[in-house]
T-cell receptor
Framework: QKEVEQDPGPLSVPEGAIVSLNCTYS??????FMWYRQYSRKGPELLMY????GNKEDGRFTAQVDKSSKYISLFIRDSQPSDSATYLC?????????????FGTGTRLKVLA | DGGITQSPKYLFRKEGQNVTLSCEQN?????MYWYRQDPGQGLRLIYY???????QKGDIAEGYSVSREKKESFPLTVTSAQKNPTAFYLC??????????FGQGTRLTVV
């Protein structure tokens, strides 16, 4: 079993839809969680960063962490064609100050105009 | 503007050749990382460095080497011992609070 599982998609939604992207993990020591957006042939761009549990909102994006279920989510409201990209989750236990992140394989999202 | 610069964007390597990928950052970050990205496999950690003149192997270090002589620079050499080097290589740096920022990547192809 992989430490981080992420559905590769592709996920196709109409413009304006609410998108839900998810990752599950097996290591209960993970406490730092990130979501990245990656356009084709580009480097990942940090979207959301969350420490421990709870919700975090930034504009149209909301990140949720449920440590009891070992499950994290990224919600995109009012999705736009420009949101079409691959979304990567990443998480770390930050042992001894070392932030070694484990990445999911990414979910390809396509928002249709 | 602060950021991470990777060069070249595209690189072609002949069989048996060593090649070096450049990564420079002006974010004043102590930690730097190299990842390899293959289709369907996500990002895998090759090497990381938390301080100048020190670095550690990641999960797939075989066939790669790095140096960290300056805080700003963390070059990666893909040696001839790496049997399947064709991939997208990403360099990242971290502020020390667990937030990694990435460069735009180098696509390496064996010809």
């Amino acid at each position: 079993q992989k430490e981080v599982e992420q559905d590769p998609g592709p996920l196709s939604v109409p413009e304006g839809a609410i998108v839900s992207l998810n990752c599950t993990y097996s290591n209960s020591a993970f406490q730092y969680f990130m979501w990245y957006r990656q356009y084709s042939r580009k480097g990942p761009e940090l979207l959301m960063y969350t420490y421990s549990s709870g919700n975090k909102e930034d504009g149209r994006f909301t990140a949720q962490v449920d440590k009891s279920s070992k499950y994290i989510s990224l919600f995109i409201r009012d999705s736009q064609p420009s949101d079409s990209a691959t979304y990567l989750c990443a998480m770390s236990a930050a042992t001894s100050g070392t932030y070694k992140y484990i990445f999911g394989t990414g979910t390809r999202l396509k928002v249709l105009a | 503007d602060g950021g991470i610069t990777q060069s070249p964007k595209y690189l072609f390597r002949k069989e048996g050749q060593n090649v070096t990928l450049s990564c420079e950052q002006n974010l004043n970050h102590d930690a730097m990382y190299w990842y390899r990205q293959d289709p369907g496999q996500g990002l895998r950690l090759i090497y990381y460095s938390q301080i100048v003149n020190d670095f550690q192997k990641g999960d797939i270090a075989e066939g790669y080497s790095v140096s960290r002589e300056k805080k700003e620079s963390f070059p990666l050499t893909v040696t001839s011992a790496q049997k399947n080097p064709t991939a997208f290589y990403l360099c990242a740096s971290s502020s020390g609070q667990g937030r990694d920022f990435f460069g735009q990547g180098t696509r390496l192809t064996v010809v």
